[in-house]
């Protein structure tokens, strides 16, 4: 019912700069948090950032001051602008999304597929 699509990733020296998208479409009513994850091999998954519907954000200690979430809750899009990248940055990244469908009353986590990130030194 409900899509995430991520997109933006690719490879980018050590200290570039990367911005990527997630857009949400299907029978949505309303998105609460959205939120970029990462996946690097070898590791858990780790919470970056996380946006409110009211724009309240948050990050993980390992990314402040480098990335800034934001969302267009228009477009039901949600952005990671990623600066100063390091090469342990390099992992796959994912979006998710608490929704509401329409004619729902049960906030759900929908999950994009990912975007691959690769930082090189």
């Known amino acids: 019912q409900v899509q995430l699509v991520e997109s933006g990733g690719g490879l980018v020296q050590a200290r570039g700069s990367l911005r990527l998208s997630c857009a949400a479409s299907g029978r949505i009513f309303s998105i609460n948090d959205m939120v970029w994850y990462r996946h690097a091999p070898g590791k858990q998954r780790e919470l970056d950032a996380i946006?409110?519907?009211?724009?309240?954000?948050n990050y993980a200690d390992s990314v402040k001051g480098r990335f800034t979430i934001s969302r267009d809750n228009a477009k039901k899009t949600v952005y990671l602008q990623m600066t100063n990248l390091k090469p342990e940055d390099t992992a796959v990244y994912y979006c998710s999304a608490n929704v509401i469908t329409i004619g729902s009353l049960i906030i759900m986590t929908y999950w994009g597929k990912g975007t691959l990130v690769t930082v090189s030194s």
């Open positions: 946006i409110t519907s009211g724009g309240s954000t």
